[in-house]
């Protein structure tokens, strides 16, 4: 009976033995109740963060507060003036015009707002190497005010092109451009101004504000 007993205990630890390094043997390959393994997200080449481009953009990513000026000019017989900004986009982003308004405008109306392409040296100049104004004898950097002059006197390096309304252009990225402003002073008044030049412009992620510090005076005699 003895002998009996110790057999069959022989024969379980075997048989434990046998099931136990089963179990050590085997290293669960599918997996089966046990924790979640997290999954690792595949970097894609070339594909920006939106959220940190758009945050990196500020809020005015066109500078347009940058290199301000004051202008008088005196209102020209076919009743208004124009005024030229030149614009750089240096952001890897492309902008939609959606306003041009005159900041704090006294005495003075925005008649229209256009745009022209421009390149690196061309200040307000539709491509003057010089900066120079094209109409009056005024040298204003990046803005310009004055009439058209002469064809002879144009540089043959020169570019015309028809301008197009300000509002809804997109701005290419790295794109040289003029905003051009039509202000005419108000009737029954002698002299007008105006501090800034206000810009809406946005992107599909946002909307941006910029002033630029261009201040116009203007008077239909004399700028003294």
Do not use: W
């Amino acid at each position: 009976m003895v002998s009996r007993t110790a057999a069959m205990l022989g024969v379980s630890v075997i048989t434990a033995a046998l099931i136990s390094g089963c179990g050590g043997m085997e290293e669960n390959p599918l997996n089966v109740n046990s924790a979640p393994q997290p999954v690792q997200s595949a970097a894609v080449a070339g594909e920006p963060d939106t959220g940190v481009l758009a945050g990196a953009l500020g809020e005015d990513p066109l500078q347009l507060g940058a290199n301000g000026a004051k202008l008088c000019s005196v209102q020209p017989a076919l009743g208004y003036q124009e005024y030229t900004v030149l614009i750089h986009n240096e952001t890897l982003e492309s902008f939609t015009v959606d306003d041009v308004s005159l900041g704090s405008p006294s005495g003075v109306t925005l008649n229209a707002a256009e745009v022209t392409p421009a390149n690196r040296g061309g200040h307000g100049t539709h491509g003057m190497d010089d900066g120079t104004v094209m109409g009056g004898d005024e040298h204003t950097g990046a803005h310009g005010a004055g009439e058209m002059a002469d064809m002879e006197d144009m540089p043959e390096n020169v570019f015309f092109t028809e301008p197009v309304p300000a509002v809804g252009y997109e701005i290419s990225t790295l794109e040289y451009l003029n905003v051009v402003v039509s202000v005419s002073l108000d009737e029954g008044v002698d002299r007008g101004t105006s501090e800034f030049i206000e810009i809406d412009y946005s992107t599909a992620d946002g909307s941006f504000t910029g002033q630029h510090p261009l201040a116009i005076t203007m008077d239909r005699d004399s700028c003294a």
